[in-house]
């Protein structure tokens, strides 16, 4: 088992190292860019979200204007960057060095791939502050909307799953099975947006809050009250979350119930004259819930990374999905990059430890000789 785990780890690096160069050369190609976020403030044309963060890295530069970074009687000159014709060659060429856009691109990306393997992810662009640091503070909303969820997912689906397999073929089977079929054919952002029109005071109830995952007056509150309101904030955003998850988890269970019930062992206990009851959760519970718990690190990452852009940024929630997106529109790289590295390491060691959990619950799968 030791040999294996060493063999999966070395195979991260090329891993990581394949996923960010396509990313950094597809970045390349990405019209736009953070010059050009900085070009269009002075010149007073940037409507993105960058117009809307506070704290610009840039903001020495852009506070010198477009007086100062005008030069008077300068011709139009040409330029690789939309919206620099008329501003100092000098101003631009400042920009480039400040943001590392003076050096060629491999020696870039190679700088990149240094600072990554010491995990200095640099400075935000926009923001002044570290990457780091921003991902470390938006981490827990993130981590908080994915266990919740992934928790109720399993409440729901385990239950739901086993009595749909006791059940095979029934009204109850078929029911259920049509409700799950919609949840699953409807996308967490659309259920997201009916919940708002429905419940946060779109059109019909004001039962729960629009955004956030606490209310102004939190400090305020004692520590019960500050769980309720903290629950009370996560209902919503949760319910889109679970949608589409527990419809999956439902089917996988039943399936894997199935599979079990059907097996001659299980034809043996009952003719011994055991119960249902004691057959089905004394003998068949273990071995169909093998590839249920073990697939738990894989289901929370999936809710985790899949679930969080649209879900946070509808319901306003400070998370990894929120910084993402907005770093991805303002062409902030180094968040981008940042988080991409993080996603995909997260990815890696949790694929590798839902492995590690099927020989946790089941000694008989044995990894050591098997080749990654």
Do not use: C
């Not at 190609?29 to 506070?54: C, H, K, M, N, Y």
């Not at 590392?100 to 400075?123: A, L, S």
């Amino acid at each position: 088992m030791l040999a294996y785990i060493i063999r999966r780890l070395l195979l991260m690096v090329p891993t990581l190292f394949g996923i960010m160069l396509v990313s950094f050369t597809v970045i390349q190609f990405a019209p736009g860019g953070p010059i050009e976020r900085i070009l269009a403030q002075i010149q007073g044309t940037d409507v993105s979200a960058t117009a809307r963060i506070g704290g610009s890295a840039s903001g020495d530069l852009v506070s010198r204007g477009p007086q100062q970074a005008l030069r008077a009687g300068t011709s139009s000159i040409t330029s690789k960057y939309r919206g620099a014709q008329g501003l100092d060659p000098e101003f631009i060429e400042e920009l480039e060095r400040q943001f590392g856009f003076d050096k060629p691109v491999h020696e870039r990306f190679f700088i990149m791939v240094w600072d990554f393997i010491r995990f200095d992810f640099g400075e935000s662009y926009f923001r002044n502050v570290r990457v780091i640091d921003l991902i470390l503070e938006k981490l827990p909303v993130s981590i908080s909307l994915g266990l919740w969820s992934t928790f109720l997912i399993y409440l729901i689906s385990i239950p739901l799953g086993i009595r749909k397999a006791v059940n095979d073929g029934n009204t109850f089977d078929v029911w259920t099975s049509a409700v799950i079929v919609v949840g699953y054919a409807i996308p967490g952002f659309l259920f997201a947006v009916l919940l708002i029109v429905l419940f946060a005071g779109g059109s019909y109830f004001d039962w729960f809050p629009l955004r956030g995952l606490t209310s102004d007056y939190w400090d305020e509150l004692n520590w019960f009250m500050k769980m309720a309101d903290y629950l009370w904030h996560l209902i919503l955003p949760i319910a889109a979350y679970t949608i589409g998850g527990f419809a999956t988890m439902t089917l996988l269970t039943k399936n894997s119930f199935l599979d079990e019930i059907q097996k001659q062992y299980v034809v043996t206990a009952r003719a011994k004259g055991l119960s249902e009851r004691r057959v089905l959760y004394g003998h068949v519970f273990r071995n169909a819930m093998l590839i249920i718990i073990a697939s738990f690190p894989a289901a929370f990452f999936g809710i985790f990374i899949t679930g969080s852009l649209l879900i946070e940024t509808i319901f306003s929630l400070d998370g990894l999905g929120l910084l993402g997106f907005e770093s991805l529109v303002n062409r902030d790289y180094p968040v981008v990059f940042g988080t991409l590295f993080i996603f995909s390491l997260l990815g890696l060691v949790i694929t590798l430890i839902a492995d590690l959990t099927y020989t946790l619950i089941d000694p008989r799968i044995d990894f050591e000789s098997r080749e990654v």
